[in-house]
């Protein structure tokens, strides 16, 4: 049974700095394309960045760095210069077609979500 979990979140002021761990289970991820999404209540998921063999995509390339320890089965994102408007649940994802996307819907398996808040 395929498991992602989600932990590193946290309460920091704007500018600081969070990393988020995706723990991964179940499967062997090494070819799997693996990503982060965020949500805000009321908003659609949004997505943050993937990474795969095939190569990384990051809508925040200039704050946020996505990367993946495959001999851990775990994904990482290293989010700095947080601003309030960061503030959203993020969740792991992975498909196993190994390809990076920005679509929610090319991803069969997700975490719960960790809450990041971030203060003004």
């Known amino acids: 049974q395929v498991q992602l979990v989600e932990s590193g979140g946290g309460l920091v002021q704007a500018g600081g700095s969070l990393r988020l761990s995706c723990a991964a289970s179940g499967r062997t991820f090494t070819y799997a394309a693996m990503a982060w999404f965020r949500q805000t209540q009321g908003k659609e998921r949004e997505f943050v960045a993937a990474v795969s063999r095939s190569g990384v995509r990051n809508s925040v390339k200039d704050r946020f760095t996505i990367s993946r320890d495959n001999a851990k089965n775990t994904l990482y994102l290293q989010m700095n210069s947080l601003k309030p408007e960061d503030t959203a649940v993020y969740y792991c994802?992975?498909?196993?077609?190994?390809?990076?996307?920005?679509?929610?819907?090319?991803?069969?398996?997700w975490g719960q979500g960790t809450q990041v808040t971030v203060s003004s």
């Open positions: 994802a992975a498909n196993f077609g190994g390809y990076v996307d920005s679509e929610s819907h090319a991803y069969e398996y």
